[in-house]
């Protein structure tokens, strides 16, 4: 889960091993990960769907605004949250 505080970027997440893990990070993110993204067509409300990542479809290491990822339901979208 990503944490907002005012004024402030938001918080990496902290998996069970302790390492931070992190949706704009490229090698954070892996197939069969569990994770909420965010539609295109969703972008303005914010509301997130819930997968399995499937393919990883951001070729660059590192994207401000979520790596993009195909879900095992077919949806695309970037990702905004991993869960373990």
Do not use: C, W, Y
């Not at 409300?45 to 070729?59: F, M, Y």
């Not at 979520?66 to 991993?82: C, D, T």
Request: aromatic share 2%.
């Amino acid at each position: 889960m990503i944490l907002t505080r005012p004024g402030k970027r938001p918080r990496k997440q902290q998996s069970s091993n302790n390492q931070f893990m992190d949706a704009t990070i490229r090698s954070d993110i892996r197939p069969g990960l569990h994770v909420s993204i965010v539609l295109k067509k969703d972008q303005q409300t914010g509301k997130l769907t819930e997968g399995i990542v499937r393919d990883i479809l951001t070729n660059s290491h590192r994207h401000p605004h979520g790596i993009k990822v195909r879900l095992e339901s077919g949806e695309v979208g970037r990702v905004k949250e991993i869960f373990d």
